[in-house]
């Protein structure tokens, strides 16, 4: 990536955990990043350590990171159990706890949604007293809620537009996959039935709440309502102001383009319900991985051989990204020389991962893109899709590869990009990435930043 790194300024407090890179030594590690450690304590002497579920993430204006952690050494004076969520406003280096509810601090170990300026958070628990609300102690799970981090509120999310929280199974959870701008609309899953009269059959749906209006909308129907005949794959995605849905089901009533494979299908929310299947021209499925915060770009996975030129096995799981406006393909798990990759693309996760202009992709693989090859079998990648180069991250201080330090596919799913392209988000275990704190262990969440 063709980037030139802008001048660092350096908050006090963060500046054992900061440095910048000009690299010389491997011209396909990522050139030109400042890289940060997100996850240390209070005191700025050790790594706040995250929750097994290995869950990060960047605001799309690249203003705020987020984590969920059990160290409860964040922030002075945490006396909560189990794990929190955590958000850090990067500019100040501030954190606060995003978990919050009436009764104070609450465990949230699920995954968690951040809105573009990081006002909002969406998050769950299987706390009863969140938000004060009887009707969910009769209903326990795992709730969504959603956290307005200027007012310091917190309101169900999870519920039927008559207020009624839903009716989660025993062990049940709803979980969030984004939050709007203006936290009107929240994108989520559950395992509740009664959030909707249409909502029958096993296992579980995903919605669309309207916070302003209470009303629940079914995003992955067809365009007079029908439920879809197949189960969801994946996530259900949302651009930043909400207005656009992605998702993938292998459906035949959905629209006349169905074919009976894993479709990507396209939802329009600014006037009504407008759903179009994206993929049907595709020889085999695709289903969705990420969507631009403008809603332009769409990340899709897929075996078909005939979206691009590219020369594709038909066996592996490629990455391609789609622009709506002109309808054009580009494969993206390819090398700087166009040598396609040889193994399944990673992070199937409801993180942005695709900038605003199409240009800045983030992306795991085992496939080996750079040269010289890398030692490590589970990379992350930078592709540049303006000057087709495609470099590798982690990297040390001096410019050395580090890899991820672990070959557990789930560290992917916090994969997360800025709108701009600028901020990266990634989780590794690799030692000697910031000076330092290498010696700490553990995994860090770390913060990208190019210009």
């Given at each position: 990536m063709k980037i030139i790194l802008s001048t660092l300024i350096v908050v006090a407090v963060l500046s054992?955990?900061?440095?910048a890179v000009n690299f010389k030594s491997n011209v396909e590690a990522a050139s030109n990043i400042s890289q940060k450690l997100v996850n240390y304590n209070s005191t700025n002497t050790a790594i706040s350590t995250i929750s097994g579920n290995l869950y990060s993430y960047v605001s799309d204006d690249g203003n705020f990171a987020a984590w969920n952690s059990a160290s409860h050494d964040v922030v002075t004076g945490d006396t909560s159990s189990g794990p929190v969520v955590y958000l850090r406003d990067l500019r100040s280096g501030d954190a606060a706890i995003a978990s919050m509810g009436e009764s104070g601090v609450v465990?949230?170990?699920?995954?968690?949604?951040?809105?573009?300026?990081?006002?909002?958070?969406?998050?769950?628990?299987?706390?009863?007293?969140?938000v004060g609300d009887p009707?969910?102690?009769?209903?326990?799970?795992?709730?969504?809620?959603?956290?307005?981090?200027?007012?310091?509120?917190?309101?169900?999310?999870?519920?039927?537009a008559?207020?009624?929280?839903?009716?989660?199974?025993?062990?049940?959870?709803?979980?969030?996959?984004?939050?709007?701008?203006d936290g009107r609309y929240?994108?989520?899953?559950?395992?509740?039935?009664?959030?909707?009269?249409?909502?029958?059959?096993?296992?579980?749906?995903?919605?669309?709440?309207?916070?302003?209006?209470?009303?629940?909308?079914?995003?992955?129907?067809?365009?007079?309502?029908?439920?879809?005949?197949?189960?969801?794959?994946?996530?259900?995605?949302?651009?930043?102001?909400?207005?656009?849905?992605?998702?993938?089901?292998?459906?035949?009533?959905?629209?006349?383009?169905?074919?009976?494979?894993?479709?990507?299908?396209?939802?329009?929310?600014?006037?009504?319900?407008?759903i179009t299947n994206l993929t049907h021209l595709a020889n085999k499925g695709a289903?969705?991985?990420?969507?631009?915060?403008?809603?332009?770009?769409?990340?899709?996975?897929?075996?078909?051989?005939n979206?691009?030129?590219?020369?594709?096995?038909?066996?592996?799981?490629?990455?391609?990204?789609?622009?709506?406006?002109?309808?054009?393909?580009?494969?993206?798990?390819?090398?700087?020389a166009g040598v396609v990759g040889t193994k399944n693309v990673y992070g199937y996760g409801s993180r942005r991962t695709v900038s605003d202009n199409g240009r800045v992709v983030f992306f795991a693989n085992d496939a080996n893109l750079i040269s010289p090859a890398s030692p490590y079998s589970l990379e992350v990648y930078v592709r540049d899709t303006e000057s087709g180069t495609t470099e590798a991250l982690?990297?040390?201080?001096?410019?050395?590869?580090k890899g991820l330090g672990t070959t557990t596919t789930t560290v992917t799913k916090s994969l997360s990009i800025s709108s701009d392209g600028k901020s990266i988000v990634y989780n590794s275990v690799a030692s000697g990435l910031i000076p330092g704190v290498g010696a700490l262990g553990g995994m860090k969440v770390v913060l990208g930043r190019f210009n």
């Open positions: 054992t955990a900061f440095y465990s949230s170990e699920a995954e968690f949604a951040v809105s573009r300026t990081g006002r909002y958070v969406a998050f769950s628990s299987r706390a009863l007293d969140v009707d969910v102690s009769l209903r326990p799970g795992l709730h969504l809620y959603l956290r307005d981090m200027l007012l310091g509120t917190t309101r169900l999310v999870d519920q039927s008559a207020g009624i929280p839903g009716n989660l199974p025993y062990g049940g959870q709803a979980i969030a996959r984004s939050v709007s701008d929240v994108t989520f899953y559950t395992e509740s039935t009664n959030l909707l009269t249409s909502s029958t059959g096993g296992g579980g749906f995903f919605f669309v709440k309207d916070m302003l209006t209470g009303a629940v909308i079914n995003p992955t129907a067809s365009n007079t309502g029908l439920n879809s005949n197949a189960s969801t794959l994946g996530y259900v995605l949302s651009s930043c102001d909400g207005s656009f849905v992605v998702f993938g089901a292998a459906a035949t009533n959905l629209t006349a383009q169905d074919n009976g494979n894993s479709n990507t299908y396209f939802v329009d929310l600014r006037t009504g319900y407008n289903r969705p991985v990420s969507i631009s915060c403008n809603g332009r770009y769409i990340l899709l996975s897929s075996q078909s051989t979206l691009t030129a590219d020369t594709v096995s038909g066996v592996e799981i490629h990455l391609f990204l789609l622009d709506r406006m002109t309808g054009v393909y580009e494969l993206v798990d390819k090398s700087s982690p990297v040390d201080s001096a410019g050395i590869e």
